[in-house]
């Protein structure tokens, strides 16, 4: 039995009709930058996740950028963020000219550890930065008090995330804004590249628009220098389709990880702990090994993909060694990724197939 560890074939095969018609749609109105298929997602994505406003931009690297360029976060400045999180969650932070500042996870759920964010604020403090990790919220309430204490902006990450809540509530809605990736593997994902800013106001949806789109304020009239990350009208009308389908996703997504749960559990196997009071999506499903490149090339024989989310945390990338971090900084991360591994997951993922994973692991798994 061959299982990928993600499978857009059978997604695509699922919503064909769909697809094909918004696509020629787009070819035969010619909106193929912006325009009104972008501005529908739009719409549609704040009434389906949640939100007040919505930008689309070209991908979840450049919505982190414009949105802190946009709240004014820039040189002199200190953003708080994890150090398990992708690379482009610093690189927005590095782009705009302010200073990282890492903290480390939490064990059981791997989210931002609260409590050593606060102990890392300063006066040069502006913003912290949440990532709900693999779709699993960061404990949001904590962290919104803690923004407030300290007069913080609070941009929440949600790459991950679409559909997740926290106590109910719609990640991406607690802070002054969140950003949303639609890479293809994503939960919510497009044909190509995409992000979305949401905005709690509309002063702020401008401003985000103003820095999507060369700062313009008229077709050939420009405020300031900003650049080009717009949306195509292509992946507008792709994610506004698939629009529809995201939450019968989700919930094959959790009912896929409760089997995966039970089986690896009751074996002694770590899996992710979701939040309390959290929905977590499950864009990723990991699984914590002592032997870990053993399991991937034995699931390899077997035709079962695995793959790591991610294998070297922030702190030890090559591109932060001028900030001196050591081995041992960030324990819990350090940890984690050395043993964490990513199982199948996608909605059309059956329960034979996901036994067939699991008996597979169980035959060399170590905990």
């Known amino acids: 039995m061959k299982i990928p560890f993600l499978d857009l074939d059978a997604q695509y095969r699922s919503i064909k009709d769909d697809i094909d018609q918004s696509i020629a749609r787009v070819i035969e109105t010619k909106n193929f930058i912006q325009g009104k298929f972008v501005d529908e997602f739009c719409l549609n994505f704040t009434k389906v996740h949640g939100g007040e406003h919505a930008v689309g931009c070209a991908n979840g690297t450049s919505a982190i950028t414009v949105l802190l360029r946009a709240l004014g976060v820039g040189p002199g400045d200190e953003v708080i963020t994890v150090t398990n ?19 480390d996870c939490l064990a059981d759920t791997y989210a931002m550890n609260v409590d050593e964010a606060a102990s890392k604020i300063s006066s040069r403090t502006k913003a912290i930065i949440p990532v709900h990790l693999y779709g699993n919220p960061v404990e949001m309430r904590k962290v919104v008090k803690l923004a407030k204490k300290h007069d913080l902006m609070v941009i929440e990450d949600c790459a991950q ?13 607690f802070g002054s ?10 939960n919510l994902g497009a044909y190509g590249d995409a992000g979305l800013v949401l905005c709690k106001d509309s002063s702020l949806r401008d401003a985000v628009s103003q820095h999507v789109n060369h700062g313009r304020l008229g077709k050939y009239e420009h405020a300031f220098f900003a650049g080009n990350f717009r ?28 089997i995966y749960d ?67 900084e960030f324990p819990v991360a350090e940890r984690a990724t050395s043993r964490i591994m990513s199982l199948p997951m996608f909605p059309e993922l059956t329960e034979e197939q996901i036994n067939y994973v699991v008996k597979n692991f169980l035959e060399v798994a170590k905990n």
């Open 161 to 173: 995330a679409h559909m997740a809540t926290f106590e109910n509530q719609a990640v991406g809605t």
């Open 85 to 103: 999180t992708f690379f482009a969650t610093l690189e927005a932070i590095h782009e705009v000219g302010a200073k990282i500042v890492l903290v």
């Open 262 to 328: 039970r089986l690896l559990k009751k074996n002694g196997f770590k899996v992710i702990e979701v939040t309390s009071g959290a929905k977590c999506v499950y864009h990723i499903y990991l699984v914590e090994v002592s032997n870990r490149a053993q399991v991937m090339e034995y699931l390899k024989d077997k035709d079962v993909e695995s793959l790591i989310h991610y294998p070297v945390p922030m702190h030890l990338q090559p591109a932060l060694q001028d900030m001196k971090f050591k081995v041992g």
């Open 231 to 258: 949306m195509d009208g292509l992946q507008g009308a792709v994610l506004n389709t698939k629009l529809k389908y995201i939450g019968e996703w989700t919930k094959k997504r959790i009912n896929n990880a409760q």
């Open 177 to 186: 804004g969140a950003t949303f990736s639609f890479y293809p593997g994503k």
